[in-house]
């Protein structure tokens, strides 16, 4: 039975139910029911319902909440969405007074909610998973502070630096992540309830009681924009899309250093996979899968943007599909962060030294402290390095007389500075890749891990 049969004299052809009904909203259940809670005591406070009725249709969708929750709740083919299914539901258990739960709203305001509530409770989770992930990094970054490895730049090497603050790297923008979905929640969590099927009513609804039911803090101001916008989902969207291209810029990371080549890494045998057919194999699957999502989560967030291109207000029934592209984001997420994760905790890393040439600004950086214009500094160094790769020597392979016969301003010492170990060590500006500054970060991280839990 549908909602709206009254008008019709003809039943619903099969054809038109097996097109527009799809069952994606189903997952919606029971923020559905939130929100017709919420709908129901605002009814009921502006006089609408009497306190009997407000018991009984409170009391029946609790019962379904409860069924949601234990898996009980059953669908039948004949419900058209989640808001009719709620709705057969609850005139099955309490009876025809059920048939006053849709008063004052219709399923364009209610979708609006349900999804603004699914996304607010999503903003939180992913929000705390990215935050989880920060965490471990954090911990691997202390752990590996004194450890040094080339930086890269062009994918080659560069300085050397801490392997801790490159772990550090990846916690920071795991952070920013997770405080822009909490920022998006903001805008998310603006009731569109009471705006009715697009212009109002004629009832004296009071939004502002469902939005203190809700325990949210605002709700629409134009009932054409409240019906009609998706801006909200299109940022959940992006906040998604933009962690999975962030989460997988490290699974990239993380495959390349798993490499032979690379050999800085190690991942636990049980988060890897074997090759059917050769025997030494180990492959770093969730990395490349990782990796590979974020091609749909980049498509999910266009679609949805396209989506909403060239839609009048207020209502179509094209948003319907909205929610095919934002579960499949929120679900590729999800997943994502908890299975990545979990292989970087069982990351065993063991770089091997970076070339002493990482080195060469230090040995510049030396000349710049006597006084020498960094542009010559840069030049006498970059000669050297001809000199000493036209020998096939390294730069910790240099000799006194290799200096002098550059530049008198060179000291035999400055060789010191060609050690690897010895570059990060002395690295002191502030957010460099030295271990005081990683220890410094770690700190800070876990900071802004805590910060956010105490909010
Ligand atoms: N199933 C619809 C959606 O997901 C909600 C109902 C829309 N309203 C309507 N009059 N068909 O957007």
Known sequence: MTLWGGRFESAPDEVLWRYTVDGVDRRLLPWDVRGSLAHVTMLARVGILDEAESATLT???????????????????????????????????????????HTGRSRNDQIALDLRLYLADACVARAAQLRTLAGVLAELAERHADDVVPSYTHLQQAQAISLGHHLAAHAWWALRNADRFEDARRRIAVSPLGASASGGSSLPLDPAV??????????????????????????????????????????????LWATTEFGWVTFA????????????????????????????????????????????????????????????????????????????????????????????????????ERGVPFREAHRLVGRLVARLVADGRQLSDATPADLEALDARFRPEDLELTDPEVSVRRRRSPGGGGPDSVRAQVAAIRQAIEGSADR
């Open 59 to 101: 009391e029946g969708l609790r019962r379904i909440a409860a069924e949601a929750s234990e898996g009980t709740f059953e669908f039948r083919d004949s419900d058209e969405d989640v808001h009719s299914a709620v709705e057969r539901r609850l005139v099955e258990l309490v009876g025809p007074v059920g048939g006053k739960l």
């Open 269 to 368: 045998d049980a988060l890897t996979t074997g090759s059917s057919a050769l025997p030494h194999k180990k492959n770093p699957d969730i990395a490349e899968l990782a990796r590979g999502r974020a091609a749909g989560a980049i498509g999910a967030l266009t679609a949805l943007l396209a989506l909403q291109k060239g839609l009048p207000l207020a209502y179509n029934r094209d948003l319907q599909e909205d929610k095919v592209h934002v579960f499949a984001l929120d679900d590729s997420l999800g997943g994502t962060l908890e299975a990545l994760t979990a292989l970087v905790g069982s990351a065993e890393f063991h770089p091997p030294a970076p070339s002493s040439f990482t080195t060469a600004l230090d040995l510049a950086e030396a000349l710049v």
């Open 210 to 255: 469902t939005v203190d039911e809700l325990g949210w803090n605002s709700h629409f101001d134009n009932s054409l924009d409240a019906v009609a916008a998706r801006d909200f989902a299109s940022e959940f969207g992006f906040c998604c899309a933009q962690a999975m291209v962030d989460l997988s810029r490290l699974a990239e990371e993380l495959i």
